[in-house]
């Protein structure tokens, strides 16, 4: 090695380590990035400190914006991720980039209080495992929520301690602060569904973490708009379900038998207009009512069950083919087989109810790996 060589690295490895990594998940946040990061800087004075944005390809130039950045401060990293959606898994990815001793997570819209981190920081210093920035403890507030959205709130942090048995004022709050040893203490069991990261990571830790709440007001929005909506209900529904029955089904399968449940309503509703009201024809009412409800039962799949892969534009119209062909050989399948254990004499209820199940999980096996692939 030439002595200049040993001379840079002896620099750069003595330049104090990364003590606290911050993970700013973000999507089509382009106005905020700037904000962010003067707001972090100015928080976070005497702590060696370094943020990762994690973005999901943002439509309006989110990643340049934090790559530009990065280009005069050392400080800024982006994990630029392409053909997936979610929060909670961008949270994950953005602290399992991380080195440093601890890792915070916060949204990029400015609506938590940075300057709490120091706090956070040290109440896990001093020994808790998990510090979390809370809206509900004395001297925490919701800033300037309006009334539904409050009511919502606490509606889903009702459930979510009924069902968790998470005691916490605020298991909701997105804004939290580990160590990282705690981290990958529970990363193995994350369900990553959704936009719940904190609540994933306090019911998946046995034994239960040893938590800090850090009151603070949660701001106004000022640039950009929530992505959180109605479907996030359904996402908070699926997290709360893999947490409960996880282990035996995949909450996927729960998910995509829910909406071929919808389907069948709808074949039935399509079926009775066409046959009983306007055609008098079973079987063209028939005909036109599968395909109807497999048009609806792609698109709430699309919508519900594979959120975090939806396919739009064009991709849509080709995955709508693929999830089409792929349900037709199900609907074959399930005849098939219910055709055949009929004619060995099994029960007529227990031959079709067996065609459905194997019809059903052809359909989901099959578009889980060629519709919604990535
Ligand atoms: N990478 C990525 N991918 N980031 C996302 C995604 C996504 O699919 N969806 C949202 N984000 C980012 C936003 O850009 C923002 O930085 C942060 O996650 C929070 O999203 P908002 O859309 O602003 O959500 P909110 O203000 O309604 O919800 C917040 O408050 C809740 C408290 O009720 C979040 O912090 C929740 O985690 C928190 O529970
Ligand atoms: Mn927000």
Redesign the pocket.
Known sequence: MSMENSLVSETDRLSPCIELTIV??????VGNVDRMVAALDAALNGIKWEVVF???DSPDGTASAVSDISSTDRRVRLIHRVGR???SS?AIEGMMSSTAEYVAVI???L??DETIIPQMLTAVKDGADIAIGTRYVEGGSTGEWDGTREKI?RFATWVSQQMTGVKLSDP????FLVGRQTLLGVVHGLSGLG??ILLDILTTARPALKVAEIPYTFRI?EEGE???DTSAAWDFTMLLIDKKVGFLLPVRFVSFAFVGGLGIIVHFLTLTVIYQVVEKSFFWGQAAAMAISMVFNYWLNNKLTYRDKRRTGIHWFTGLLSFMGICSLGGAANVGIANFLYAEEMHWVLSALAGIIVGAVWNYAATSLYTWRK
């Open positions: 700013v998940p973000v999507f089509k946040e994690v973005d999901d959606r979610g929060l961008a949204d990029g819209d609506q938590h709130s909701m709050s997105g804004f936009f719940k929005r929530s992505k959180l």
